[in-house]
């Protein structure tokens, strides 16, 4: 399967953003589905997970509440909309396919989309 995370931009602090994260290939249906970030000069960090049929998520304490993860496996995409947003959630933000839904390590994870630029003025 390839990933390809898309609708990054540049936003004022409060503002929302919508990333999506396209896959193509057979069987997206059968993958859970990551978002990290990364930050310059910072390491990737894990954001959220969702599950295959979309019913269990997970979120990073500095995004609960702000955002939501949730996926269209007819469309074959995952989303992460984004409200709330701070100057600290600027970062290229990318998309992967995760071996179990409680993985949260980088190196857990499987197919990595290209990322998209987040950046939040304050």
């Known amino acids: 399967v390839q990933l390809q995370a898309y609708g990054g931009g540049l936003v004022q602090a409060g503002g929302s953003l919508r990333l999506s994260c396209a896959a193509s290939?057979?069987?997206?249906?059968?993958?859970?589905i990551g978002w990290f970030r990364q930050a310059p000069g910072k390491e990737r960090e894990f954001v959220s997970t969702i599950s295959r049929s979309g019913g269990t998520t997970y979120y990073a304490d500095s995004v609960k509440g702000r955002f939501t993860i949730s996926r269209d496996n007819e469309k074959n995409t995952v989303y992460l909309q984004m409200n709330s947003l701070k100057p600290e959630d600027t970062a290229v933000y990318y998309c992967?396919?995760?071996?179990?839904?409680?993985?949260?390590?980088?190196?857990?994870?499987?197919?990595w989309g290209q990322g998209t630029l987040v950046t939040v003025s304050s």
């Open positions: 992967a396919t995760a071996p179990r839904i409680l993985a949260r390590r980088p190196e857990e994870f499987g197919y």
């Open positions: 290939g057979r069987m997206f249906s059968s993958y859970h």
